[in-house]
């Protein structure tokens, strides 16, 4: 009697659960086919030493995508930030929400929506002992029948041979300094402060020019920078105010030789393909009229001769005219250069000559630190950045550090310096002498090398 009771009363039990209102729900839908793809971007904003090291921000853009054919809501980010030891570590705010490319608000997403997301995390020196940051993004969101759908991040990169889901990883080796090689070079104003600022990278390559117009009032201040790619080519150069907006920005192109076919909208071109010079087309123009039995031709264009170490051997204004007689076929033309600007940087700067005067150079023997054969002066009279004004600078890029610049006796300009340890210059004078005499001496330039602290 007593099993008899208990079976009633399971089968009662059974019953009565099965009709739970509760429970009286459908089962969620399996075939919602819901889908996310998230990707995690990372951009480095670097200090002045044009190195990744300590105190630069990584900008992590978090791209969060709905693939599938259904709504998603409760969309929720959260990171996994560790170092090459595996310390973990912390972003410097959480996840923040930008915006969705449907209007959707931050924790829903429209079917094919995109919602973007950013972060950033400035790196320590532990982070450049451990030798690299790794960021893994991971992604629910909820659909309508209540499932719970999960995807991690990429790294958007796919050249790596990696086409699934992978950390998005930042490597640091922060170099060691070289005491020998040049930081940064300030020239100075009459008041001893800094006009021009030269930046260079770890390599001694020229890469930022702090620029100030003393020929405006109040003084304008502009910022160049330049963009190297990995064979050491300029690819861009860009011109920005003093708070870094920029002015206006440059690409630059090569062809399979290596010369320069494009800067900006302007168009690079050999001429008749010439392989010694060629010309800026976009500035070239061209007149063409007949009288008689004589057709003409004049044309007029910047010039630039070239040679297999030196993009820019010397540029001038050129003129050309020709004469074809239609009926004789006879044919004559004439060219000539104007306003002959050298560009020669394979050893010291000897001489600047006119069709009127000759300005001559002297130097000294002590190795000048911002010469290269591969700085960026070399490209100067093609993108004149300063309209003119890299004059001075291009008396001081030579091998040895310049001690005149002879105009025409008695006017002149004496330099000279103090050296380092290195029997480097670490500051320089300059001394206008006329026919009154010599005018008091004053600072002209301080040089700084890797390692030493840089005064604002």
Request: net charge negative.
């Amino acid at each position: 009697m007593i099993r008899l009771l208990t079976i009633i009363s399971l089968i009662f039990f059974f019953f009565s659960c099965s009709d739970n209102s509760d429970d009286n729900q459908s089962p969620p839908n399996i075939n919602e086919n819901a889908g996310l793809e998230v990707t995690n971007i990372v951009e480095v904003t670097s200090d002045e030493n044009n190195f990744l090291g300590v105190d630069d921000v990584l900008t992590y853009t978090i791209s969060v995508k709905n693939m599938g054919e259904v709504v998603l809501s409760n969309v929720s980010l959260s990171y996994f930030l560790i170092d090459n030891d595996d310390n973990v570590l912390s972003l410097n705010s959480p996840v923040n929400f930008v915006s969705s490319d449907s209007g959707s608000s931050d924790g829903s997403l429209l079917v094919n929506e995109t919602a973007i997301y950013n972060a950033t995390y400035t790196i320590t020196q532990t982070d450049v002992d451990a030798g690299g940051i790794s960021n893994t993004i991971s992604v629910n969101a909820t659909t309508p029948n209540g499932n719970i759908i999960i995807d991690v991040s990429d790294d958007g990169i796919d050249t790596d041979g990696n086409l699934t889901d992978d950390a998005t990883i930042t490597n640091l080796t922060e170099p060691t300094t070289d005491s020998t090689i040049i930081s940064q070079f300030h020239i100075l104003n009459s008041d001893g402060d800094p006009y021009i600022k030269m930046y260079f990278d770890y390599y001694g390559q020229l890469y930022k020019i702090y620029y100030t117009d003393i020929r405006t009032q109040p003084h304008n201040i502009y910022i160049y920078d330049f963009e190297f790619d990995s064979e050491q080519r300029l690819v861009n150069y860009s011109k920005n105010d003093v708070n870094g907006v920029p002015l206006w920005s440059s690409n630059i192109t090569y062809n399979s030789e290596n010369r320069i076919m494009s800067i900006g909208s302007r168009q690079i071109e050999f001429f008749d393909d010439d392989p010694d010079y060629y010309i800026d087309s976009t500035n070239y123009t061209e007149d063409v009229w007949t009288d008689g039995n004589i057709e003409y031709t004049e044309a007029y264009f910047a010039k630039y001769i070239i040679s297999s170490t030196n993009p820019m051997l010397s540029v001038c204004s050129y003129f050309y005219t020709s004469e074809y007689n239609t009926v004789t076929d006879e044919f004559s033309e004439f060219g000539s250069c104007g306003d002959m600007f050298w560009n020669g940087y394979s050893g010291n700067v000897t001489s600047d000559c006119s069709d009127t005067d000759c300005v001559a150079f002297s130097h000294d023997n002590i190795t000048n630190p911002l010469y290269s054969t591969t700085n960026l002066i070399n490209l100067f009279p093609l993108i004149d950045p300063f309209i003119g004004n890299y004059n001075p600078i291009f008396y001081l890029f030579s091998q040895n550090n310049l001690t005149l610049i002879n105009y025409s006796d008695p006017s002149m300009i004496t330099f000279s310096y103090t050296l380092n340890g290195n029997n480097l210059p670490e500051s320089s004078t300059r001394q206008y002498i006329d026919e009154l005499g010599p005018q008091p001496e004053r600072a002209f330039g301080n040089y700084y090398y890797q390692g030493d602290v840089i005064p604002d």
